[in-house]
């Protein structure tokens, strides 16, 4: 089989190289520390280290830059169970089970799992870019404006599997994100909307908001518990998950990772919408739904393996077609020209031994990945040990500086302040975060596609059911949303009366009947 | 935000509950009318095939409407839940650190213009855990020196990120 001759001949070759080796185990380790701290992602990394890769040769460069893409995509999970803290949007969804799972006092497990799935799904994305290449990257090239507007809607449906308690409240999160997300300019004509003539609101502060939403709020609740010295000793008793419970993972990882490198190939989306989708899906196809929000192992499984999965899926467009899948990969798209090297279907041809010794330097990224993340995890426990009274204003510390460090504007941390103090709000009523994140890294996307699709269409709705990808997404997306109404319903008829509250039909635990 | 459930298998609302959910309810909707009301002066597309800047946002601002009328409907028809149990009570909350809180921050920022990340965030991480009851000043202030070093030194020193430096020292 050639790929596989190749890859062995790749794999030689880099053990030749040791220089590329090291560079990609710094790459690994620096990744991981840029994805654990708010603020800086991986597009941030890859983009702080681009510099650096002038003077080195094409593979030692395009290796670290790997190195850093994967180790921060995973970072961003580390402090986002521990702390509630997402480094990075796509660990927004990890939060929403990972850091219940640190309360129960189940860190070390939820840390462990998150990262061999992050390995496994990051690994199994190298193998279908070196497999699969050019058959996969001929189905990206089928999304157009309708379908990349059907993913969106489909990534929004599943606002009402993040809803936890009530899915109206939920909902009412999600469409505040969906009117928030109009704030900037109009994708279409540049028109500022909702603006107040401040130039900084041109383009929605996301990821303000979200530190915001998540980090602040949840140390704001902290400041309200008279209890406040005591830190979670002892919560990393155990790190590598017992067999038995990552055994009933494997199917869902696998899932995840698949849907992972299929929206990983589609250009716009990235991990953080990897991410969530892999979550609606883990938790329709669990057999325990009702768990999903309160610390469920499966959905921390599926997060961490869909967003890493989207890693070569995200660079298997960028390297056959030349289209990035995402912003970090239009970085490394960037690098691989720095290097002289033009993606597409000639750079396999041309420069075939290159190509392979790089997937080769991948595979190895990602046992890096999981040897650094496995060993550091004890280290990064300690920080669960710390009072609460000093890791409170360290984490809100953390917050301010992580948000001036996007765009180095204090405006942004104005918007992170209040963002946390609404977060403090909407968790203290029951309304959840997670579809307001969601809904601000979708709503612009389903907005553009959809406008772009119907001026495509000559300003016909027919795209909407008359391309099969397109009529596919926008059922799943219906059902979905359906999907907790069918649950109830189904509940009630089982039980035999209307007032019978089930839990996993979504209903209110403040009692708001829907 | 424990609720008991009420006789009869349905959950009920404390009355303070009931309260707080009514008025976030009436919030968001005066946001949403005020989203609709500024989509009003929004211009119109140039284009045929578009459908403007004004349609997305005027959506999901009724859309707000509706859920939030929904909302408010539920929350004034759901049951009235008992009172809470004394034994059982959790203990409570202390708003007011919240609130002290959250100005100290918005006060930390504020300065953070002037004075820089430098002097702004240790007086900031000393006056927080003053605030959450560490009263050892002279630990404090040494956790407060290191924290903000080590953030400064893995964001300005190891990852070149500048960091605030307030305009009384540009």
Redesign the interface.
Known sequence: MYELDMLLHGAQALLNQPMALLLALFGVTLGI??GA?PG?TATMGVA?LLPFTFGMDPLSGLLMISGVFFGGIYGGSVTAILLKIPGTPAAAATAIDGYELTKKGQAGIALGTATFSSFLGGTASVFVLIFLAPVLARFALEFSASESFALAVFGLSIIASISGVSV??G??SG??G??LA?VGL?P??G?P??TGGYTELFNVPFIPVMIGLFA?AE???S???????AGMAAALDRIIPPWHMFRRQLGNIARSSGLGIVIGMIPGAGADIAAFVAYNEAKRFSKTPENYGKGELGAVAACESGANGCTGGALLTMLTLGIPGDAVTAVMLGALTLQGLQPGPLLFKDHADLVFTLFAGMLVCYVFMLVVGLGSLRFMGRILQM????L???I???C??GT??IN?S?FD??IM?AA??VG??MQ????PASPVVLALIMGPMA?ANF?RA??L???SYDFLYTRPITAVLLTIAILTLMLPLLRRLWAQRSAGGP???NPAAG???????? | MSNAPAPGGKAGLRPQDRLATLVIAVLVMAVAVAAIIVAGDFPPTMLETDVGPARFPIIFAVALLVLCAILVFNTLRAPAAPPDDPAEAEPKASYGTVAIGIVATAVCLYAMEFVGYAIATPIYLFGLMWLMGRRNLLANAAIAAVLTALIYAAFAIALSVPLPVGSLFE
Do not use: H
């Open positions: 520390i840029i701290l800086l702080i109206i409240k909902l009412i469409f505040l969906l009117l109009t109009d279409m004509g028109f909307r909702y602040a140390a704001f609740k400041l309200e518990d008279p209890q406040v010295r009072p609460k009274s000093v409170t204003p360290c809100l510390a953390l301010i500086v001036y460090a180095n204090m941390i104005w302040l946390g103090v403090y709000f203290k009523w029951d309304f907005e406008r119907l001026s269409s000559n300003g007032s019978t509250i209903s209110s635990r403040m009692g708001t009947p829907e």
